[in-house]
């Protein structure tokens, strides 16, 4: 399989963001020129995160601060892919959201009766990568996990670190299984490596899998979702996955390479 002639076919690019078009507030080299060309050829993009620390009006003001225009329906989260799973399976009264202010707001936004603090009523869970983490909500779900063991749980991303422009930070992962550690209760993960919220993000724009590529750093969340929705996927070694680790990984992405700008260099 050709890479140029694959990637140049394709009509929906999902680009994961941490690691793969940036770090921090640093972007990658050629970055709006892979933008660009996707759209000159004639195809588009969503822009599919499992971080679930800010909402989509936080993405869309950080990639324009960044210099590249952004509109709200570019974006498909892992809190959005969320919204969807608990608005098909969930029936309780009140979320326990463990996650940041825009985390709890954007479930809000969708309806969910959202709250911060332990009150009577709470039947439910919601994790999210939380940058404002504390040790009161790591009480609260251990409490909530341990005092009622039918509590619905569900997280967002497995991710175990984020990507910074100095190394890595704890991501939702890691903070799941610490609370597992405590209470042997695990969550149920919903973004990536899933393959539904690649799948809801094509459904979306009306597009199959068979015009997509997902665009990834990791090869256990990102790439692992785009061969689990049978989609072509490129990993980029400019995040997270080194080539040791890629070589050792038994999940293979269908091409690799260093940067966005390999795959900007062989679609312009």
């Not at 800010?54 to 709200?72: H, T």
């Not at 996990?145 to 509590?151: F, H, M, Q, V, Y």
Request: glycine letters at 6%; proline letters at 4%.
């Amino acid at each position: 399989m050709d890479f140029k002639e694959t990637l140049r076919e394709k009509k929906l690019y999902l680009l994961d963001m941490d690691g793969t078009l940036y770090l921090d507030d640093d972007l990658f080299p050629h970055c709006i020129d892979f933008l660009d060309a996707i759209r000159h050829n004639g195809g588009q993009y969503l822009y599919l995160t499992n971080n679930s620390s800010k909402s989509v009006d936080k993405y869309v003001e950080k990639l324009n601060r960044l210099g590249i225009p952004a509109e709200p329906d570019e974006f498909f989260t892992s809190t959005d892919a969320a919204c969807v799973y608990l608005a098909q399976n969930y029936h309780g009264n009140k979320l326990y959201a463990l996650g940041t202010a825009s985390f709890r707001q954007q479930l809000s936004k969708a309806g969910f009766p959202i709250t911060d603090h332990l009150e009577d009523g709470i039947d439910g869970i919601i994790m999210g990568f939380d940058t404002e983490l504390t040790f009161q909500k790591l009480d609260d779900a251990c409490r909530l996990l341990t005092t009622k063991p039918e509590i619905m749980y569900v997280a967002t991303n497995p991710d175990w670190v984020c990507p910074t422009s100095y190394g890595y930070v704890p991501d939702c992962g890691s903070v799941s299984q610490m609370i597992f550690n405590a209470t042997k209760r695990k969550p149920y993960f919903i973004g990536k490596p899933e393959p539904a919220i690649a799948q809801l993000a094509m459904a979306k724009v009306g597009r199959k899998a068979d015009e997509t590529v997902l665009v990834g750093d990791r090869i256990y969340t990102d790439i692992a979702c785009g061969v689990n929705a049978g989609i072509t996927t490129v990993l980029v070694f400019s995040g997270e996955t080194t080539r040791e680790v890629w070589e050792a990984s038994e999940v293979k992405p269908t091409f690799t390479c260093q940067s966005i700008t390999d795959i900007w260099e062989a679609i312009r």
